[in-house]
């Protein structure tokens, strides 16, 4: 109170919250007592020098202010590493984060960040307005996620203007939590409401919940009150149908397989999946209409939500939104590990590299590396072979796939280890790689990679399928093993880690994925 009433004087604005980050830094930088670990501590996770061939860079770092519900969320898809006030600055500058961010919702009560925008709570504010800028002097880049309505975390214009981005979308729908692994054949159809009633919902949604959920009879919906954020996908997958008003939450309760009524009008093209997964009401006749239609329905299956998996791993996904959030900060779109895929092929003349682009280019999912090992019975000829298919696949080049031919002297063909040649992932023991693909993966840079036949007809969503499963059973391999969406004990992979390929002896232990 003495500190406010000694600055009763001074500027307001958003130059009055420069002028306090900045000397809120300077008075951090004349002390060395806690900066002292920090400068004896490695920051950083990257490989020194220029990458070799056999190194895969790590994916994106993250650090910030950060609930642990975000934390779960972008954690199968980048290194999280949280940061609570007592400790922001050394582990700001320890981590070697590649981004910063600063999550509305941390600043609710609960959080270690509670009330950091409320003047109540001036020391938890003066920290973070201290992080932001030790951040910004450090050079990473500072992002503030509005994801929370500001009538819940008040206060907070000062720290959106003074990082470099705000970005008003939160973190996607995250498949390894919300998906339709193991969902049951029977589930209740009767409608629930997850979460707690909003009592700043527009009058018109309120007016219409509050009528269905007055109701007893058929067509009533049960509203389940607040729930603990980790319990919801075991929720969306014990029900078949769900009433929401939030677009991210329809989202989520599509990825688990149930069929969601939203009444809060049309949301935002490229939000949520279209088609007849989503149905919106907006007056309670239609509600009425529509809930009496989807009770009688049979709950939806894992094979009837494959088409609704491909819509949100495309647009709405945790690593759409992640890799739009490194663009709006200034870094690479390539910072997502799990969607670097790296397709392995082998290519003896441009005919057979033509094959090859022309099935690669029509896939609804581009991979983020092409090998191809270019064979001729003798140097020379593997060269200018290796030159032809580079010259035939500039095509995916100039759509950003890293293309890479590999001159090779073979002795004859191999089709051992291609996926529908027999080898199958046993539990007893693996049967070594075929000599072609662990070139191809030694090669390969990326840390997924999936065998190609140039020749071999491909459906369009084959790639993208393989992809949408291994990023939702977060598996080591994937394929058609005869179940559907499942885990299984044998599979011939399709999809799987480089090191599988590469090496001699793929190992024990592995998590295997069922597409199909």
Known sequence: LVRLWRERGGLTGPGAATLALASAQLGDLAGGGERFLSALTAPGLGAPGAPAPGW????????????????????????????????????????????????????????????????????????????????????????FIRN?????????????????????????????????????GSRPGSPVYAGPRDPRQAPAVRALLDEIAADTGSGSVEVTGSLPWHRLPELYREHALFVTASADQAGEQLACGARVIMIDGEPAAGTVPAGDNLVVADDLAALREKLAELEACPPRSAADTLPVLREIFTVQATPIRLAALAQLAGL??????????????????????????????????????????????????????????????TGLAARGVDVRAVPVVTGGPDTSGLPGSGRHLEPAGHREPSGWLRRAATAARSPWVVP??????????????????????????????????????ALDPALARREYFAAADPGHGLRLFSVS
Not at 123 to 141: C, N, Q, S, V
Not at 153 to 168: K, Q
Not at 361 to 366: N, V
């Open 148 to 184: 929370v309505p500001a009538h819940l975390a008040p206060g907070l214009d000062w720290v959106a203007a003074s990082c470099d981005a705000v970005s008003d979308d939160g973190f996607g729908v995250q498949l390894s939590r919300f998906n339709p692994i193991g969902l049951a």
């Open 332 to 393: 690479g779109d390539d910072m997502i590990a799990g969607r670097r895929i790296g397709v392995l092929s082998r290519a003896v003349d441009a005919a057979t590299a033509a094959a090859l682009s022309a099935g690669l280019t029509g896939q609804r999912f581009l991979p983020s590396e092409l090998v191809v090992l270019a064979e001729a019975p003798d140097a020379a000829s593997a060269e200018l072979s290796a030159r032809a298919v580079t010259a035939t696949l």
């Open 452 to 489: 190609w036949q140039a020749q071999r007809e491909y459906r369009d969503t084959y790639l993208l399928d393989l992809a949408c499963a291994r990023e939702c059973a977060q598996a080591d391999a994937a394929g058609y093993g005869g179940s559907g969406y499942a885990f299984t004990s």
């Open 56 to 143: 895969t860079s790590p994916g994106l770092v993250i650090t910030g202010v950060l609930t642990a519900r975000a934390c779960a969320t972008l954690a199968p898809d980048a290194a999280v590493l949280p940061l609570l006030p007592h400790d922001a600055d050394v582990m700001l500058e320890s981590a070697g984060a590649d981004l910063v961010l600063i999550e509305a919702a941390a600043m609710l009560a609960g959080s270690a960040w509670a009330y950091a925008g409320d003047p109540a709570a001036t020391d938890r504010g003066r920290r973070l307005g201290r992080l932001i800028a030790a951040a910004r002097a450090l050079g990473k880049p500072v992002l």
